[in-house]
């Protein structure tokens, strides 16, 4: 006979969105459940420690200026922050083993549309652009090839959508809920502003360990129903039952469709998980004793050279060890996914090796992760709209539907994509649910 079990509350998910939910309303002393489909809590936060003692982040790493939550939760799980080292240059353009100027033609065109496109996303962007991918609508307004090549990174970097499926209505609709496609990619001010000494994993594990007892990993759920009589069942691939008043699904959209709804979902709702993508993005370190490179030009770099990249220097404090993170975004990140971790390595090292030196090309330890093989989290940062589709727009619905609330990233209002918005989505999930539990005690009272 399967295993059953009640709570008030049941979350699907344990990322950071989902923790920040069942941790608001255990805190309000709501009995709650969270069920994770992998064997290990925090999503797309994902830390390690290397050999030499130094933490990094596979997953989300970054605080941005402004995102007061996310430095809130760093602060409260005992954390230390640090700027990300920049010099205030701007960062390093490379292709074909040589630097570009930042006054060529090519430079000066890529930047000149980059601040159309954005003056353009704070007064009124066209409905018409909803059918024109952002790979054409590149074609169409750079005609210098480096210039292309260069839009194409920025934008991939930004939103890790394929810029062949994504349309330039959706992203320059989602460019003000981040403050602007320049402070998504600046440094210091930015949206890479600082990062902590001992990783973002110590926010999901303090999270995790005030949850304790109430987290179930290894749980992939197959089917939801719930019935008139505020009665919500969740179902899981090894056979248990799971039961509460409420549900928050902290999934993405195009994640759901391993999961059977019954009733089945409204019409918007299907079309959103068939309309959305996940973003496709790789992701690696490359740990050195020191980072050597502060000598010289430094680490931040976009490597034009295909598979196109960026490159940043995530490296405490302290003359401790060096960290080179390397971004591979959209559709480009798939070519890597044929060749071995060696290769890999070689492939990216060697890009930076006329920069660097050969010092470059021997890093301590390589640590990687393609998020878009991650047969759980599907992609990140987030999902996005295919072209010709509207539903996915940032912030992407999150009306409740019945007894079922909505959380995850992509919901936000505030910094969709980002670990800021997995928390903003966390709390108003938390606090709709409270509130309906309330009300719910409340109505129930008045009629006895």
């Known amino acids: ?58 997953g989300g790493q970054w605080i941005g200026h402004g995102h007061h939550r996310l430095t809130a939760l760093v602060n409260q799980a005992g954390g230390t922050t640090f700027p990300t080292f920049s010099r205030g240059l701007p960062t ?6 040589r630097t570009v100027s930042l006054f060529s033609p090519s430079v ?5 549309q980059l601040l159309i496109l954005e003056l353009v996303s704070r007064v009124y962007v066209p409905q018409s652009w909803i059918t024109v991918t952002v790979d054409k609508a590149i074609e169409t307004v750079a005609p210098l090839e480096i210039a292309r090549q260069l839009l194409a990174l920025i934008v991939a970097v930004a939103s890790t959508a394929e810029l062949g499926m994504f349309s330039i209505y959706s992203f320059a609709k989602a460019l003000p809920r981040s403050g602007g496609l320049f402070a998504m990619l600046r440094t210091q001010g930015g949206a890479q502003d600082s990062l902590v000494v001992e990783s973002m994993g110590i926010t999901t594990a303090m999270l995790a360990n005030e949850l304790s007892q109430n987290i179930f990993t290894d749980m992939p759920v197959t089917s939801v129903s719930q019935n ?29 469709k391993s999961i059977t709804f019954d009733p089945p979902m409204p019409p918007e709702r299907i079309a959103l998980q068939h309309n959305t993508r996940m973003g496709v993005v790789y992701k690696a370190i490359a740990v050195f004793d020191q980072p050597f490179w502060r000598e010289g030009l430094g680490g931040e770099f976009l490597i034009l050279d295909d ?30 996914d044929e060749l071995d971790a060696k290769k ?28 878009h093989l991650d047969e759980h989290c599907g992609g990140g940062y987030l999902a996005f709209p295919i072209v010709g589709t509207t539903e996915g727009v940032l912030p992407m619905p999150h009306a409740p539907v019945g ?18 918005g997995a928390i903003q989505s966390g709390e108003r999930a938390a606090g709709e649910v409270a509130r309906a539990l309330r009300e719910g005690d409340t109505a129930q009272s008045r009629e006895t």
Request: proline share 6%; glycine share 10%; with cysteine.
């Open 307 to 336: 598979p196109a990249c960026g490159v940043f220097d995530s490296s405490a404090p302290g003359g401790g060890p060096g960290h080179l993170c390397f971004l591979v975004p959209g559709t480009p990140a798939r070519q890597l």
């Open 403 to 420: 007894n079922f609330h909505w959380a995850g990233t992509e919901t936000a209002q505030e910094h969709p994509g980002y670990l800021e």
């Open 228 to 256: 008139n009589s505020n009665d919500v069942t969740v179902r899981t691939a090894s056979g248990q039952e799971f039961h509460a008043q409420k549900l928050i699904i902290t999934v993405p959209p195009p994640m759901l």
């Open 1 to 58: 006979m399967a295993q059953s079990r009640r709570a008030q509350v049941i979350v699907i998910g344990a990322g950071l969105s989902g923790l920040t939910a069942a941790s608001e309303l255990h805190r309000k002393g709501i009995d709650v459940i969270v069920l994770e489909a992998s064997s290990k809590v925090g999503g797309r936060v994902n830390s390690l420690t290397t050999s030499l003692g130094s933490h990094l982040d596979l």
């Open 108 to 112: 000066l065109l890529a930047l000149t």
């Open 344 to 371: 890999r390595q070689e492939l990216l090292l060697t890009r930076l090796a006329p920069h660097l030196g050969r010092r470059v090309l021997q890093p301590v330890e390589w640590h990687e992760k393609a998020w």
């Open 92 to 97: 390093i353009i490379a292709r074909d083993g």
